[in-house]
């Protein structure tokens, strides 16, 4: 899928251009691969250096263990780059301050990938529309989950919310006028610390449904969209928990998460389902005490059951990546 396309770069790069982009959340229970946010707190730290070359590319991650070299997303993105624009006159350094947590569901290799495009971008001057970034930055995501999908790398790149329109590739943003507050739980489950997880968690899902689910999933999805753009908390919740395609089967991944959910909207939470695609799981509710205090009791639960987990309390961010530093 082509979502824009590249000017001829300036072949004179610019010595470092170092960029950081936040985690954030993708799907919202009915929003599957069409809906996203980025959230304040936890970010990838991108900064590409070049020297003159012959075209190699190096790449060294620190913080949260990720592969180097070619087994990271940033490399798949750089030699994609630089093969479209026949750039080989430099060798690119990349080094990766890895602060997203990988294998979360909480858009880890979307972080790098937004990052690592847009470090490219401002390194080589190549003007790049939104189409022709988003496009770039979806190379790391074939590579991390067998295919490429956008949702992620939307939100990571333009922040606040990010509707993908996938016939017409465009982006809807909507940046929301009120600080809306979200609890994450994220269990420690070893079966699931794999760099591949998403492609796994993929391979669960249904490849056709019934009318029945397809009207009732459509509905759900309106009612989402509603409370996004009109920031109504409580419709936005209700539709964050009635996901009849994707939440049935990856539920299936996480231990008690059922229970986890019963026990969160019990206590008050406005919605409640799995972060991307797992095994992270978060809650929202108007008030920051209230998902915090939630999301400890739901800590609790799975530490009374042998399962290890964090939390960590957010808010949806208006801002996507951000340049740090560029030196000419």
Not at 71 to 86: D, P, T
Not at 97 to 123: C, F, H, M, Q, R
Not at 237 to 246: H, K, M, Q, R
Not at 265 to 282: D, H, K, R, T
Request: proline fraction near 5%; include cysteine.
């Amino acid at each position: 899928m082509i979502w824009g396309c590249y000017n001829a770069p300036n072949r004179i790069a610019k010595k470092k251009a170092v960029v950081r982009a936040p985690a954030s959340i993708a799907n919202f229970g009915p929003g599957f691969d069409v809906l996203a946010a980025a959230i304040e707190g936890l970010y990838d730290v991108i900064e590409v250096s070049s020297t003159p070359g012959s075209g190699k590319i190096l790449v060294k991650s620190h913080g949260f263990e990720v592969p180097s070299g070619e087994g990271n997303v940033a490399y798949h993105i750089a030699k994609h780059f630089m093969k479209e624009n026949s750039i080989d006159k430099y060798d690119l350094h990349i080094t990766i301050k890895k602060g997203v947590p990988p294998a979360s569901g909480l858009g880890s290799s979307g972080a790098t990938s937004a990052a690592t495009a847009y470090a490219l971008n401002i390194l080589f001057n190549a003007e790049l529309d939104e189409g022709a970034l988003l496009n770039l930055a979806g190379v790391g995501e074939a590579f991390a989950a067998g295919a490429p999908h956008y949702d992620n790398v939307a939100a990571s790149l333009f922040g606040g919310f990010v509707i993908l329109d996938l016939a017409c590739n465009k982006v809807f943003r909507h940046v929301p006028k009120k600080r809306i507050p979200i609890a994450i739980v994220t269990p420690s489950l070893q079966n699931l610390a794999s760099t591949k997880k998403t492609e796994y968690a993929r391979s669960l899902l249904p490849e056709q449904i019934s009318l029945e689910t397809h009207v009732k999933q459509s509905s759900s999805l309106a009612k989402l969209l509603y409370g996004v753009l009109t920031e109504d908390l409580k419709i936005f919740g209700e539709a964050i928990s009635t996901d009849y395609v994707v939440e049935p089967y990856r539920a299936k991944m996480i231990p008690f998460y059922n229970d986890m959910k019963q026990l969160a909207l019990s206590e008050g939470a406005y919605g409640f389902n799995i972060s991307g695609a797992g095994p992270s799981v978060f809650l929202v509710h108007e008030d920051a005490d209230v998902v915090s205090r939630i999301a400890e009791k739901v800590k609790s639960f799975l530490g009374e059951r042998g399962v290890e987990a964090h939390t960590f309390v957010s808010y949806i961010s208006p801002k996507g990546v951000e340049v740090l530093e560029v030196m000419g």
